[in-house]
């Protein structure tokens, strides 16, 4: 056994971690509203434009900055006087686009109701926004809406945001749908709603409207790349490889474009494309890790593992402290059951970052495959210090139980995997073994 081995045997062989105490981040108290100043003396009939303008800053500015400046474009473009009308009839405007903007609120908090582990700070804050959302929709309504039935695009998309922010997906995209269906002829309204399907996963949802937009603006970078992303995650690969084709056309330089055009071509098995792109990435970017780890990890993933041990070791020659390299380039020199040059990149990621337990995994592992099995289930417990609920490690100890012929124990880390994941296959096949003694 080596010196880098032996040394790693002991009891004290693994390090104090000193954990950082992680704090969810506090939300910012909101400015006090401040008073109207100069104040023109109103009419029973019409406010002063400036009126409309101060009041729209002080209940949306400083948290719905985006809607609000919509409503102080429209303010500006109506002239002087608005009518008041636009003001004190805004209930009935809200009541003609239907009453779910009313119960917003009370399904946040039946939904927050059942759910665990979330502190009162996420509820406060989601009913912070979401009542700045409905007073910015209301104006929204009350300037762009007068005396229409018509649900407004925008207003119907943060809608849709509203109830994706609750967890029900469903009426969010239903509600998307009542957008489409009523019809979209605006370019921008196209991406918009396009963008919004494919926050939801709606992919070929998401493809149909960007698609068109694109059409129109066959030169906008943004929208040709929304729209090959889309096409990828629809399973569209060839289509995703034509629109990163015409991107490259527009912007040669890009080498975001070759990158994830090769990430492309690797979905489709056609490695030597995938090379050839991740080779573009390289000579564009050649002070730039991106290129190195793509073209390592496909070699990865391959078992090229000497090729792979190139393109990681440059890649920490660019920049020597990025964890998750040197945890590549460990498992590179582990197919080659290289352990020592293994365990030292593994113990490089852990000194880097702590708090992770993919480092402690991947050294567990290589003390199961020198058959020290104690010591190995030693380094997935760091693991689960690290991430109780890490469910890699959770296999790991199933399967290290089950080679040891413990199926108790085995069956216990399967069940609490399955719990986590009721279709993880590897879960299901070790349980089943298990069970079949």
């Known amino acids: ?88 009839e805004l209930s009935s405007e809200v009541a003609q686009q239907g009453e779910r903007l ?28 979401m009542t700045l959302v409905l007073v910015a929709a209301i104006v929204v309504a009350a300037i762009l809406l007068p005396r229409q039935t018509d649900p407004n695009p925008n207003i119907m998309v943060d809608l849709a945001a509203l109830y994706q922010a609750t967890g029900d997906k469903e009426e969010a995209i239903a509600t998307l749908d009542e957008v489409v269906a009523a019809g979209i002829r605006d370019v921008e309204m196209l991406e918009r709603v396009g963008m919004a399907y494919y926050g939801l996963e709606e992919y070929t949802k998401a493809v149909a409207l960007l698609a068109q937009a694109v059409d129109r603006m066959p030169q906008d970078e943004e929208l040709r790349l929304a729209l090959a992303r889309s096409y990828g995650e629809a399973g569209q690969r060839q289509e995703a490889i034509i629109q990163f084709t ?46 190195y780890t793509l073209q390592g990890n496909l070699n990865l993933e ?25 945890q590549l380039l460990g498992q590179s020199y582990a197919g080659l059951q290289e352990w020592d040059r293994a365990i030292e990149q593994f113990m490089a990621a852990m000194e880097l ?32 210090d690290a991430q109780p609920d890490h469910v890699p490690t959770l296999l790991e100890i199933g399967n290290t139980y089950a080679e040891l012929g413990d199926c108790e124990q085995a069956v216990l880390q399967f069940m609490l995997v399955l719990e986590k994941q009721p279709k993880n296959s590897m879960a299901q096949d070790g349980l089943r073994v298990c069970q079949s003694q």
């Open 246 to 291: 015409q991107l490259i056309e527009i912007e040669p330089s890009n080498w975001l474009y070759y990158k994830e055009m090769g990430q492309q071509y690797e979905a489709l098995q056609n490695y030597d494309q995938a090379f050839a792109q991740y080779q573009k990435v390289v000579d564009l970017t050649p002070d730039n890790i991106q290129g």
């Open 353 to 384: 970052t702590p708090e992770s337990p993919t480092p402690y995994l991947e050294l567990g592992k290589v003390w199961r495959a020198l058959g020290e099995f104690e010591q190995a289930l030693s380094w997935y417990e760091d693991a689960l």
């Open 1 to 88: 056994m080596s010196d880098t081995i032996e040394s790693l045997s002991g009891e004290n062989s693994r390090p104090n971690r000193h954990k950082k105490n992680l704090e969810m981040p506090g939300v910012l108290p909101g400015e006090q509203k401040a008073a109207a100043s100069g104040h023109h003396e109103k009419s029973t009939r019409l406010l002063t434009a400036n009126e409309l303008r101060t009041m729209i800053r002080n209940e949306l500015a400083q948290s719905h900055k985006e809607i609000a400046n919509e409503v102080l474009e429209e303010v500006h473009q109506a002239g002087e006087f608005v009518p008041k009308t636009y003001w004190t």
């Open 302 to 326: 391959l078992e090229r593992n000497y090729e792979a041990i190139k393109n990681f070791a440059r890649a920490l020659e660019i920049d020597p402290n990025i964890w998750w390299v040197h």
């Open 102 to 129: 009313a119960s917003i609120e009370s399904r946040v908090r039946t939904t927050e109701a059942h759910r665990k582990g979330l502190g009162g700070s996420w509820l406060d804050l989601v009913l912070a926004v």
